[in-house]
């Protein structure tokens, strides 16, 4: 597997997500997935996913905007987003680890990787380092065990990592957010 070059994601700050209306650019994308799921209940899942590509998280205010928008109760679209682990409730770090510790990749090495990880960034699973850059979350599998052991890091893949070639991923994303 070849190394990507993920971006960092755009992390909305707590204080701009409080209160939202959707813009006319939202709309329409929310438009255009209700044309696809005319019951709302369907529309759900694809509209928080929009969401969290513009705010990479959901926050109370996001839900609650979403929850209007598609004639939802609150309380169904906070028991839908905090059913998936796909979905960020809290503001991640600039790089989201997701770190796959399913069997297949537990058999290629990815509690030492876990260990390896945790200790170089000084933060434990559900944490994100105090400058913000990082964020590790431990994942069922990814679908990709053949390339074990792997992380999603945003949107991209990395897989037969070993600690040596996961410090190289960390040293060039490091480098690439001070630039
Ligand atoms: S077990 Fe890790 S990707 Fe499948």
Redesign the pocket.
């Known amino acids: 597997m070849s190394r990507p070059q993920t971006p960092p994601l755009k992390v909305a700050p707590i204080d701009s997500v409080t209160d939202i209306r959707f813009d006319e650019a939202m709309e329409e994308r929310i438009s255009k997935i209700l044309k696809n799921y005319p019951n709302s209940q369907a529309a759900l899942l694809p509209t928080l996913w929009e969401c969290q590509k513009e705010w990479s998280w959901l926050s109370p205010g996001i839900m609650r905007a979403v929850a209007e928008r598609l004639e939802l109760s609150p309380a169904f679209v906070e028991g839908v987003v905090t059913f998936y682990t796909m979905y960020q409730i809290k503001p991640p770090g600039k790089y989201l680890f997701q770190v796959?510790?399913?069997?297949?990749?537990?058999l290629c090495g990815?509690g030492t990787l876990v260990e390896h990880l945790k200790k170089r960034l000084g933060i434990d699973f559900g944490q994100t380092t105090s400058d913000g850059l990082f964020t590790l979350v431990d994942v069922?599998?990814?679908?990709?065990?053949g390339?074990?052991?792997?992380i999603q890091i945003n949107d991209d893949y990395y897989g037969h990592l070993t600690p040596e070639s996961l410090d190289e991923i960390l040293d060039g994303l490091e480098k690439e957010a001070k630039a």
Do not use: N
């Open positions: 796959c510790t399913t069997l297949s990749c537990q990815a069922q599998c990814l679908g990709a065990c390339e074990g052991p792997v």
